[in-house]
């Protein structure tokens, strides 16, 4: 704004200069500190336009390998850190709750189906969907 730039998360540098203690107040448990620990050491070294152009398997490989990094994590990494949107996990109460009102069941099937409508712009669908429920 006004020339400045604002960023709401800090970069993964700024995150490795910080004490664990310090980590752990911000987060609220050891645990979810040491994971936000390696993935900001992580993502120092990481090639972005590596993670960009990569198949989407390869990413989410990469990303899983990161220690605290599971299935949601990495999604979101894709979705919303990387604007990877060719596919997004079904799973979790959230969207099944929007599928059961919006499609009248919330299993797994009925979800693919919706979601395979929407080819490479699934991430699109999933967070419409999501919002809109």
């Given amino acids: 704004m006004h020339g400045a730039v604002y960023r709401a998360f800090p970069e993964p540098a700024a995150l490795t200069n910080v004490s664990p203690d310090f980590l752990e107040r911000v987060v609220g ?4 500190a040491r994971y936000l620990a390696a993935v900001a050491a992580a993502f120092c070294d990481a090639d972005e336009a590596s993670l960009r152009a990569g198949t989407y398997d390869e990413v989410e490989t990469c990303l899983r390998a990161i220690n605290g990094s599971a299935e949601s994590s990495a999604a979101v ?3 919303r850190g990387l604007g990877r949107l060719e596919r997004i996990p079904l799973a979790g109460a959230n969207l099944a709750e929007v599928a059961a009102r919006c499609y009248g069941a919330d299993d797994q099937g009925v979800l693919r189906e919706a979601a395979g409508r929407y080819g490479a712009w699934v991430g699109y669908w999933a967070h419409n969907f999501r919002v809109a429920g």
């Fill in 29 to 32: 448990n050891r645990r979810n």
């Fill in 77 to 79: 990494v894709l979705v």
